[in-house]
């Protein structure tokens, strides 16, 4: 088939690419005239395990081509919206500016019979809206929400756990399957859904995944005053086949760019259907995400005898998750950035992310590898849970800091371990 992706982002670049991949013929529209050079050179302008060797391919063969005129989608017999949906300034709620353009620009150059494609995750209502748009011009819509991990991108979108498919008319349904028809010979289920139920999937996914990220972050607030290991709690009650063990990892909790303006955008679409009491648990669920680098930075204060003023701190991580360059909502960065208020000097490490994080947090110190960024530091905190932070060994970065202070805001460090090489350890929710 001939496919548009319109909105070439971390989104939008995946699909092109994997639906390529699939044997069709991909052309990706963008308004960013520095990024569809780059697409269309072969390079990812962000960090993606696996997409840069996707893309290059396709771009090589010519079956993937970008540019910025939206006028070279409309040979398309499918096109798919892939803009972003970020918070508005101020506001929880979603700003739809770039999902509302891109869809008007969509209907002045499709031709009739076609098919549009929404993944931009919305709120709930968006959909009717534009299918009505859509329709007076001749153009059907199906809403197939996305639900990619940052790191497992390109898995996600080729060998998905499901397809969601919102239409009101069958013969679109029919368009979007033949799509993706391999991915549904391979046997990854289809949930035929109306637009409002694809709409919601989305955001009732994230809004689960976070609540039972906040829940063992809560736990771990409790086992802080009882002198309890939320470690083993976790793996006490995950080993519960109704509760499972995946997201139930306490620490500095979630970040990026789905899951805190999701929620967000859940709760004030649900006030505005007047059903906001139906999701007012969720502000409880942000307020211990964020409670968690609050309480990041009283344990380096309390480490350092109550006071951060003149000491150093070497961070360890910048990204809001590992194989990831994304900064956005990064847990990480805003504690960096608290103990540098704190009046500690701050310097950061982190293997994909500081490029990024220099440009949003200028005033905090930048290193080029792990040992200088602890280089006389008076603490170590482990932010983000890179492999390399992992296998760091406590000899290695005894060698280089002024105190042997580290707190582990991810949980995944072996306490015994450094304990053994006579670092004062400290992690959230752990004696």
Known sequence: ???????????????????????????????????????AAGEVPFYEPGLPELLGKHVTSGRLTFGTSIAAAADAELHFVCVGTPQKPGEFAADLQYVDAAFAALADIAAPGTVAVGKSTVPVGTASRVAALLRARGVELVWNPEFLREGFAVEDTL?????????????????????????????????????????????????????????????????????????????????????GHKFLRAGLGFGGGCLPKDIRAFMARAGELGVDQAVAFLKNVDDINLRRRARMVDLARETLDGSLAGRRAGILGAAFKPDSDDIRDSPALDVAYAIQRAGAAVWVYDPEAMGNAKETHPTLAYAPTALEACRDADIVLHLTEWPEFRVLHPDDLAAVVRSKNIIDGRNVLDPEQWRAAGWHFRALGRP
């Open 1 to 39: 088939m001939r496919l548009s992706v319109i909105g070439t982002g971390y989104l939008g670049a995946t699909h092109a690419a994997a639906m390529a991949e699939l044997g069709h013929d991909v052309v990706g529209i963008d308004v960013d005239e520095t990024k569809v050079a780059r697409l």
């Open 159 to 243: 060998r998905p756990d499901r397809i969601v498919i919102g239409a009101d008319a069958e013969e679109p349904r029919r368009v979007l399957e033949r799509c993706y028809e391999p991915i549904v010979a391979a046997g990854t289920p289809v949930v035929h859904t109306d637009f409002p139920t694809a709409e919601l999937v989305k955001v009732a996914a994230n809004s689960f995944l976070a609540t039972k990220i906040s829940f063992i972050n809560a736990m771990a607030e409790i086992c802080e005053v009882v002198g309890a290991d939320v470690v083993k709690l976790a793996e006490a009650i995950g080993h519960d086949e109704r509760i």
